[in-house]
């Protein structure tokens, strides 16, 4: 592939999802990935599910980041793991504020992932590549589209080197995002984020959980098929490898594949871009 790869994971909750990520792993190294990010927190995942699995990667000889969220955090804390996560090699994170379980308060010693990410900077300096979250869709709790750009540039002046996107299946989105980021000065790569689809219900249960839009086009189609599992995995193939397609033709600097811990549409994708 000419465009660089990374692969997103989960931290896995069992032995045997460990055991399976790892065979996963491996057969998307063959692809060569820039790195591979592993998420913290989310889902009711535990930071040492994340600090684990990061450790694994790096023991693999590829590249680990390791996602980084700051909601509840306090300084003292955010301090250590810092200094843990360096003495083990990481050499990226991707810096969140991330999402409070219902019924918590804000609490913590950081409002907005521009926080963390200053205090990253001013903490270790350039020990760490950073990436940063961007919405081309707009983040749900955004008060405006235009407050939502700018808290976006903001993290990028904070220090950020890098963005990836929350995944989308409409490019005009990213690529306004791009253009209205480059007239505030953001000239950083904003990577897109990918989610293959190869289940109806569980893409459906995401993006109204992240306010990722499905094109009504494909949300009739993906319910026209009901629980032909084989149709809908053809089908979102074919809509991914095009978004993909589209994405590297226009400029992409990279593509960030939310794996969901599954190899086989991954890799069918990057090999039909290849191939094209
Ligand atoms: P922020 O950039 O802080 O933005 C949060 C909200 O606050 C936005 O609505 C923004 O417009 C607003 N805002 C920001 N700054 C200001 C300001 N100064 N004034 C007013 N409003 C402001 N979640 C996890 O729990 N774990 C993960 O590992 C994880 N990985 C992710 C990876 C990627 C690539 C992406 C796109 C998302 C990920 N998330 C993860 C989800 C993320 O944590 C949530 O979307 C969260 O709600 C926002 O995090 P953020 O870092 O974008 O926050």
Known sequence: MDLPLSFEFFPPKTAEGAEKLRGVRQQLYALAPEFCSVTYGAGGSTQEGTFNAVREILAEGVAAASHFSCVGATRATVREQLKMLKAMGVERLVALRGDLPSGYGVGGEFQYASDLVAFIRAETGDDFRIEVAAY???????????????????????????????????????????????????????????????????????????????????????????DDTASIKAFGLDVVTDLCDQLRCAGAPGLHFYTMNQSAATMEIVRRLAAA
Request: aromatic share 10%; hydrophobic share 45%; glycine share 6%.
């Open 136 to 226: 081309p869709e707009i983040h749900p709790q955004a008060r405006s589209a235009d407050a939502d750009l700018k808290a976006f540039v903001a993290k990028v002046r904070a220090g950020a080197d890098s963005a990836i996107t929350q995944y989308f299946y409409n490019t005009d989105a990213y690529f306004r995002f791009v253009d209205d980021a480059l007239k505030l000065g953001v000239t950083t790569p904003v990577v897109p984020g990918i989610m293959p689809i190869t289940s109806s219900t569980q893409l459906m249960r995401f993006s109204d959980a992240c306010g990722a839009e499905i094109p009504r086009w494909i949300r009739l189609r993906l319910q026209g098929f009901g």
